[in-house]
C-alpha cells in the first residue's frame, strides 16, 4: 500500500516485503556502514545524556514519556504519531508534569513533532528510539532504526511476524547497537525472584507449567467509522491488510482504554501475544531457553477453541495455556512444590520458601523506569540488556506458533534451529506475511 505523497522507492509489495526479510543481514549491514560517521558507533559520553525518541503517542507511550522525563539518562528530543491529536495530548501531559513540579524549564517546543516516523529517524543528533506502537508496525520500524545506527526500546512482544522478528535479530547484529524488547516483567521482583528460586532448584525437578493469559486473536468485527480530523488511517494500517477505522483501534487521544488492536491479527495477535509476549517470556527465562523454545504446539479439539493447548520442549517440559482462577498468572509445577507468580503476588506450595520482598531504601523505583534503566546502561557501558533482540524474538515466537497452531487446528512441530514448521509446509506460509491475512 503507498501512503499519501511517499516516494515510489519507499513502497512495499507484499514480494518485495518477503525479499527485505530473506536478505535483512546484508541489507542491515550495507544501510548501516555510511551512518557510523555520525559517531552512532561510539559509546556516548558518561556526562551526556541520550537523545531519545519515541515513535506511537498512544497510552503505552504517554506512561514512558513521563517516566523518562524524570531520568536523568535521556532527554526526550522527538515523538511521531500518525494522528496528530495523540502527540498534543502526550506534550500536554509532560506540559502539566512539569507545571506540578515546578519544572520551569520545560518548553514542549524542544521536542520536535513528526508525522512519519522515517523523518524523526533522521532527526539531528538522535541516538535511540523507543518503538511504542501496534505490533504490526515494530519489524519495519525496528529494522530501520538500527540500519540509520540507532539503539532501540521496542515494546512487547518484538515482531508480528516470526520472519519479521529474525529480521530484527540480523539488524542488531549487523549495526552493533542496543535492542531491548519491553518485556518489564524480567525488571519485576515477584518473577526475578521466581526464576531466581526455580533455577536454584527449590521446587525439585521442573515437571511442567501453566500459563494463564487470555485467547487468540478472532476474526475482524469492527464496524467502519469515519476517520477523525489528524489521523492518517492508511499510515496506521501501514504494511499490513487494510481494514475499516473504528475508535475502538486507534482511541482518541486522552481516553483511558487499551486500544483493541491488540483482539485481530491484522496488526496484533489477541491475548496470546499481547499477554503471552509478558508470561511465555518467563517460562523461557527460568528454563535457559532465551535462544529456542518449544518443539511441539497440540491445540485442543473443538471449533475455535480459546485456550486448552499444550508446548512441549525438547526435554519433555510441558506448557500449558489455561487459565487457573488467578487472572494473568504462572504455575511452576516441581517435583517437590509449586510456584505461582504474577505481578500482584508470588506464592509456593512449599511453606517459607517465598523471602518477604525487600523493603525499599526511599521512594520506589518503577519497573518501567528499571527496563529503561537497563536499557541506557547497556548503551553506555557495553553490558547486556535483560531482555536483548534474540530473547525477544524467541518469546514472540513461541506466542505466534501459539497462534498458528489453534489457527490450524492442527498439531505444529517445530525446528528452533531453523525456525520452520516441518509437519505442514503450507503452515510455513504464516510464519511471514499470511499471518496477518488468515482470519478472513
Known amino acids: 500500500m503507498r501512503l499519501l505523497g511517499e516516494p515510489q522507492y519507499l513502497i512495499m509489495s507484499t514480494a518485495s516485503r518477503r525479499q527485505f526479510l530473506r536478505t535483512s543481514a546484508a541489507t542491515s549491514t550495507a544501510l548501516f556502514f555510511p551512518y557510523l560517521l555520525r559517531g552512532g558507533i561510539r559509546r556516548p559520553s558518561p556526562n551526556a545524556r541520550l537523545q531519545v525518541g519515541i515513535i506511537g503517542c498512544g497510552r503505552q507511550a504517554v506512561g514512558l514519556a513521563n517516566h523518562l522525563a524524570g531520568m536523568e539518562e535521556a532527554q526526550l528530543v522527538a515523538i511521531c504519531d500518525v494522528y496528530a491529536g495523540k502527540m498534543a495530548y502526550l506534550l500536554g501531559r509532560l506540559t502539566a508534569r512539569a507545571a506540578t513540579l515546578g519544572q520551569d524549564d520545560f518548553n514542549e517546543q524542544d521536542i520536535r513533532q513528526y508525522a512519519d516516523y522515517r523523518e524523526l529517524l533522521q532527526h539531528d543528533g538522535l541516538d535511540a528510539v523507543l518503538i511504542v506502537t501496534p505490533d504490526h508496525q515494530h519489524g519495519r520500524m525496528c529494522v530501520e532504526a538500527l540500519n540509520r545506527g540507532l539503539h532501540v526500546y521496542c515494546e512487547k512482544p518484538l515482531a508480528h511476524t516470526i520472519e519479521e522478528g529474525r529480521a530484527i535479530v540480523a539488524a542488531v547484529k549487523a549495526s552493533g547497537k542496543v535492542l531491548q524488547t519491553g518485556s518489564m516483567q524480567r525488571s519485576m521482583y515477584n518473577f526475578s525472584k521466581a526464576v531466581e528460586l526455580i533455577q536454584a532448584g527449590k521446587i525439585g525437578e521442573l515437571r511442567h507449567a501453566v500459563v494463564s493469559i487470555g485467547p487468540p486473536p478472532k476474526v475482524f468485527d469492527l464496524a467502519a467509522q469515519p476517520v477523525p480530523e489528524g489521523l492518517n488511517w492508511e499510515a496506521w494500517v501501514g504494511n499490513s491488510v487494510m481494514r475499516p477505522y473504528n475508535q475502538l483501534l486507534a482511541p482518541d487521544p486522552g481516553q483511558r482504554i487499551w486500544a483493541k488492536w491488540r483482539d485481530y491479527a491484522e496488526y496484533g495477535g489477541g491475548m496470546v501475544t499481547d499477554w503471552g509476549a509478558h508470561m511465555f517470556d518467563i517460562v523461557q527465562w527460568a528454563l535457559g531457553m532465551d535462544d529456542s523454545g518449544p518443539e511441539k504446539f497440540f491445540p485442543p479439539m473443538g471449533e475455535a477453541p480459546q485456550e486448552g493447548l499444550t508446548m512441549v520442549y525438547k526435554n519433555g517440559f510441558r506448557v500449558d495455556h489455561r487459565r487457573f482462577g488467578r487472572g494473568n498468572a504462572i504455575r511452576f509445577v516441581g517435583s517437590e512444590g509449586a510456584i505461582e507468580v504474577s505481578r500482584g503476588f508470588l506464592d509456593s506450595t512449599i511453606p517459607g520458601?517465598?523471602?518477604?520482598?525487600?523493603?525499599?531504601?526511599?521512594?520506589?523505583?518503577?519497573?518501567?523506569?528499571?527496563?529503561?534503566?537497563?536499557?541506557f546502561t547497556a548503551i553506555r557501558e557495553g553490558t547486556p540488556v535483560l531482555c536483548p533482540a534474540e530473547t525477544g524474538h524467541r518469546s514472540a515466537s513461541v506466542c505466534t506458533l501459539t497462534n498458528i497452531a489453534y489457527r490450524t487446528g492442527k498439531p505444529i512441530i517445530w525446528d528452533p534451529e531453523k525456525e520452520r514448521i516441518t509437519n505442514d509446509r503450507k503452515a510455513n506460509k504464516l510464519l511471514g506475511d499470511a499471518y496477518r491475512t488468515s482470519l478472513g
Open 353 to 375: 520458601l517465598i523471602p518477604p520482598k525487600p523493603m525499599a531504601s526511599g521512594e520506589e523505583i518503577h519497573t518501567n523506569v528499571r527496563h529503561l534503566r537497563d536499557w
